[in-house]
Each structure stands twice: as structure tokens, then as C-alpha cells.
């Protein structure tokens, strides 16, 4: 169980550092003495800079919800990860009109589909299965490593 929670929260971590903290054209290694280009292939959403801070902010909120669920599965509190996963991954009415306003159809559709598997993570969680839980939080990330994969801001 133990190994299954560090391999999550590295994930997380390397999900939140790509897609959260790289900005568009460079992404600094190592000291700050040491830059290195790389060219960003991803399709920008080409949002205005309030939108992207929102987003951005919203992305965070959700590396914070997993690991929130990942820490209450291992403390055997499947209700309180339930309540989260639904609450701050699910496809509440302000995350569906949130996807609505995106231009790209098919980030609209990618970010409806993760917000539904929140709500999937949700249920699954109150069964209290941990393989099925894990397998069910696997499936939601698998949407934000897809979408940070695809996209930029």
C-alpha cells in the first residue's frame, strides 16, 4: 500500500510541476544559472491572461484534491475522499460551465471526461475497495496527464 501511495504522490508532483509551473517556451532545470529551451508542441488554448490565472488556479485546486484523497485512502476515510472527489474533481454545474467556455472542442471534451471520472472516483470510493479506488483515481489522472500532455495555456 505504501509503494502504491508513493508511486501516486510522484505522479502528482511531476503532473503538478509539467503542466502547472512550466510556462510556455522555457523551462528552467536545475539552478537558475543553468536555462534550457524547449520547444512547446502542445496546442495553446489561447486564453486571455486572466482566464489563464483562473485555470491555473483551478489545476491547482486539483493536485491539492488528490492528494487530499490519496492521504484519506490511507488513513482508511474513503467517505471524506468521496466527499472531495466529488466536490473538487467532479462535474459540479461551475466545472461544466467552465469547460463550456473554452473555444477547443476538444479540450472541452477532455476536460468534461476528467470531471466525470471525478465523479466516478467518487462513487468507487465509497465502496471502500482500495484496488478499485486506485484504479478509479488512475483513470483520472490519466486525464490531466493527457491534458497537460496536449495543452497550454
Known amino acids: 500500500m505504501k509503494r502504491i501511495l508513493i508511486a501516486v504522490s510522484a505522479l502528482i508532483g511531476i503532473v503538478s510541476f509539467n503542466g502547472v509551473f512550466a510556462d510556455d517556451e522555457k523551462m528552467h532545470m ?10 512547446d508542441t502542445r496546442t495553446s488554448l489561447a486564453v486571455s491572461p486572466e482566464m489563464k490565472q483562473h485555470q491555473l488556479s483551478n489545476m491547482r485546486e486539483h493536485v491539492v484534491a488528490i492528494k487530499s484523497i490519496v492521504g484519506l485512502m490511507s488513513e482508511n476515510k474513503f467517505e471524506e475522499a ?6 473538487k ?8 460551465a467552465m469547460c463550456g467556455m473554452f473555444n477547443n472542442e476538444q479540450f472541452k471534451t477532455l476536460g468534461l471526461a476528467f470531471h466525470k471520472s471525478g465523479d466516478d ?20 489522472m490519466q486525464y490531466c496527464v493527457e491534458c497537460h500532455a496536449t495543452y497550454r495555456q
Open 121 to 140: 472516483l467518487g462513487n468507487v470510493l465509497q465502496t471502500k475497495d482500495v484496488n478499485a479506488s486506485l484504479r478509479a483515481l488512475n483513470k483520472t
Open 82 to 87: 468521496s466527499k472531495i472527489a466529488h466536490a
Open 89 to 96: 474533481l467532479g462535474l459540479t454545474p461551475e466545472m461544466e
Open 30 to 39: 536545475g539552478s537558475h544559472h543553468h536555462e534550457m529551451s524547449v520547444i
